[in-house]
């Protein structure tokens, strides 16, 4: 898309949040809505965002790239794949039209990212429109510390509660050179204790997960280290490969299909030993994130998420009109409310689709 349309398309956009704003109208933002089953179910006039497409800058050398929120993500990847790069926080699609802005305002990383980092982590800036109509840009295309607040992150796991994404810098990484997936037999106590041992330890380590029976783990890096890891671990190599971490990532696995529970993402720090809640759980991230499939009550398992020093989040099915995430502190709600008012005074972008008040 040439220059002239693009701007064009950001008038349109920007003349349409006006007239919203005038009268009160909410809007729903959505891509390839891919990921529209998270969060609370919200409702409003549809604003499609997959007009703004495109890859508008690319240096391989620099390890940044900038493209249009709209953009699909397989397009990126694709554009990375072919100088051996990636986006390092490994995103999942949930589905072949996810765009560049799904992923940025659902901040959703995948097993990579307790040993990389999260999506934010590797946002370095955004053009966005406010709910108050302006068209602002935060950040650059370089890594640097500023004063102030980082906008860019800001929109991060917004859910476009704060501003419609149109442009995105996202500093990118090397592909590994060589990878390995590796498994073992396991009680839960000792794949938890294992996982934490080796994430202090240099051993290539960029994903590990417990599913109940196996602790399963993946090497990445250069060819000798990953052999130099698996000589020290002594595991066998995993049956399905490098796509069981796909698979997990676009949650493929058996554990995630075909069950009527609700599905919950409970993040806790990482060696928290058992949690006291029915239902099947499967272990990620080294065991800071942990899914909970239960028909246990939402009040007792966030009691419990709490008391472990986390917070639990109703991910998919459930009551998707009720609290998704979870319950804020009544700082941090004045904090994130003060915040909703400064970006989108009105409330029409993505009205309550993170909580019921905005």
């Known amino acids: 898309m040439d220059g002239t349309n693009i701007s064009t398309l950001y008038q349109e956009f920007k003349e349409r949040v006006i007239a919203a704003n005038t009268v009160g109208q909410p809007l729903v933002i959505q891509g390839g809505r891919t990921k529209g089953f998270y969060g609370r179910h919200c409702e409003g006039e549809i604003l499609d965002t997959r007009s ?4 508008i800058s690319y240096e391989p050398t620099e390890l940044v790239i900038t493209a249009r929120a709209g953009t699909s993500l397989a397009e990126v990847e694709k554009t990375l794949a072919s100088y051996g790069q990636m986006l390092a926080f490994e995103p999942p699609y949930f589905g072949k039209d996810a765009t560049l802005g799904g992923i940025v305002a659902c901040g959703l990383s995948g097993p ?3 040993y990389v980092g999260s999506v934010r982590d590797f946002i ?9 109509g302006e068209i602002l840009t935060f950040g650059g295309q370089v890594m640097k510390n500023v004063a102030g607040y980082d906008v860019s992150r800001l929109m991060t796991g917004a859910h476009g509660t704060l501003g419609v994404l149109l442009e995105i810098s996202i500093k990118v990484l090397p592909a590994p050179e060589y990878e390995v997936s590796l498994t073992r037999s396991k009680d839960f106590s000792s794949a938890l204790h294992d996982m934490n041992t080796w994430a202090g330890r240099s051993l290539a380590l960029s994903a590990a997960c417990y599913d109940g029976q196996h602790l399963n783990i993946r090497l990445s890096g250069k060819r000798s280290a990953v052999h130099a890891a698996m000589k020290q671990l002594n595991m066998d190599e995993h049956p399905e490969g490098l796509r069981y971490w796909q698979d997990l990532c676009e949650q493929q696995l058996v554990f995630f299909k075909n069950n009527n529970k609700a599905l919950w993402r409970i993040s806790v720090p990482p060696a928290t030993p058992v949690l006291d809640l029915p239902g099947e759980w499967f272990i990620d991230w080294g065991g800071a994130q942990r899914w909970l499939k239960s028909s246990e009550s939402t009040e007792r398992i966030r009691h419990v998420s709490e008391q472990a020093g986390g917070h639990a989040t109703l991910f998919r099915g459930g009551d998707r009109n009720g609290e998704i995430f979870h319950p804020l502190s009544p700082g941090i709600k004045v904090l994130h409310t003060r915040l909703k008012k400064a970006f989108d005074p009105e409330f ?3 009205r309550g689709r993170m909580y019921r008040e905005f």
Do not use: F
């Open 124 to 132: 370095l800036g955004v053009k966005c429109l406010t709910g108050r």
């Open 112 to 114: 990579r990212r307790p």
């Open 348 to 350: 029409i972008l993505n």
């Open 52 to 55: 703004c497409s495109g890859i």
